[in-house]
């Protein structure tokens, strides 16, 4: 029985609205996912997430197999029971984390021999036990182990590199058999058109319950990103969730879920946000600069979070500069539900089929070097 539907396709983009069904609920896409890296979405705990309608979020099986250790979280309940989260969520299988640390790994058949950041402590990952591994955590959506391809990458390391994360992604299917618990398969291929489509014919040939295009938001150009992106999702099967790992910005957001991606996931709200950088309706706010030392006004006069009802920019100013560990939760709250309600107002606008005037919008200020904010309430005020 396939989990995801297709509810609405947009009659001007590829831009589509589903249903995907998991263990723990169901999620609306298009859909944005908080990272929570290490079981926690920093600074924010499950009620704040729940406040501002966050609907699935994202672990990672490399962090969490290492601290605390999957056998203690499967011990203690599981993923959701251990972080006092009733909603979805979804492990990525580690491969990003383990292929990041160069210098600490070594690719074989088999698997990664690598060591922890944590203790220099030697592991061995293969696909099969990254499967393993996030069973034991018990995501409600795992994902295969696959090779990350870096950028800029030959066509020779890219090719085999590809044809070993198919193999890999077989070993992962074979190995997978927890009821209830989707799979999803990783297209790789780099920047390399012919071996997208070779990944894509092999990851789609085995057959999972959703496709992610990974490899992508590692260095390249946005122009380029956006190409593979474009030539690669609507190779992949229509009935089936799809999701671009790492991406992105709002303006990321938009112009690939008007190319028919469903899912995303990034850290880019909540880092700008421990960092000071918050978006609103009015453009980039950089809370540190001295103008806001005695602004009496919300971060943004039209937002409604938490953090916009209560406090001025003088004060979210004064907590940055003071490291108060209040500001990553206020800074984090707010762009969170500008995250959340850019979704909900795309959510609208593909149903009425109104999509297609922001994305003109989008490519318009991103040629004017505006693209990365935008008024998530301008989506709706198109007809």
């Avoid at 990003?96 to 950041?117: A, N, P, T």
């Avoid at 453009?283 to 540190?288: H, L, N, Q, S």
């Avoid at 001295?290 to 937002?303: E, G, I, Q, R, T």
């Amino acid at each position: 029985m396939n989990s995801f539907k297709v509810l609405h396709k947009d009659k001007n983009t590829n831009a589509r609205l589903g249903i995907l069904k998991t263990g723990h609920g169901e999620v609306a896409t298009p859909v944005f996912m908080p990272v929570g890296t290490q079981a926690s979405v920093k600074a924010l705990s499950p009620h704040d997430l729940k406040d501002n309608n966050v609907e699935i979020i994202l672990g990672n099986t490399y962090h969490l197999y290492l601290r605390p250790g999957h056998d203690i979280i499967k011990r203690l309940g599981g993923l959701q029971r251990f972080i006092g989260w009733d909603k979805p969520i979804l492990t990525d299988s580690g491969g990003f984390q383990v292929f990041s640390h160069s210098d600490l790994r070594k690719i074989r058949e088999e698997g990664v021999e690598f060591k922890s950041y944590i203790d220099g402590s030697r592991h061995f990952m293969t696909p099969e036990y990254s499967i393993e591994i996030q069973e034991s955590l018990g995501a409600d959506i795992i994902m295969t182990f696959d090779e990350p391809v870096p950028y800029p990458s030959t066509y020779e390391y890219t090719l085999k590199s590809t044809e070993l994360t198919a193999r890999w992604a077989r070993r992962c299917k074979e190995r997978h058999n927890k009821k209830g618990q989707l799979l999803f398969g990783i297209v790789q291929g780099g920047v390399y058109e012919d071996l997208r489509r070779r990944s894509i014919e092999d990851i789609v040939g085995i057959g999972f319950d959703g496709y992610a295009i990974g490899g992508l938001s590692v260095g390249e150009k946005k122009c380029l990103m956006y190409e593979v992106a474009e030539y690669t999702s609507p190779l992949l099967p229509f009935d089936k969730p799809r999701y671009l790992m790492g991406v992105g910005t709002p303006d990321d957001i938009v112009r690939c879920i008007s190319i028919g991606i469903d899912m995303f996931d990034c850290v880019i709200p909540t880092r700008n946000a421990r960092n000071g950088c918050l978006f609103t309706s009015d453009g980039k706010v950089v809370i540190k600069n001295s103008k806001y030392v005695s602004d009496d006004n919300p971060l943004d006069p039209l937002c409604d979070c938490y953090t916009c009802r209560n406090f001025s920019r003088g004060y979210l100013r004064h907590l940055f500069v003071s490291n108060e560990i209040l500001s990553y939760r206020l800074n984090t709250i707010h762009n969170i539900h500008y995250y959340m309600n850019l979704i909900k107002n795309i959510r609208e606008a593909i149903a009425a089929n109104r999509f297609s005037e922001l994305v003109k919008k989008i490519c318009c200020n991103t040629e004017n070097n505006e693209g990365d904010w935008f008024d998530v309430r301008d989506i709706g005020r198109w007809g």
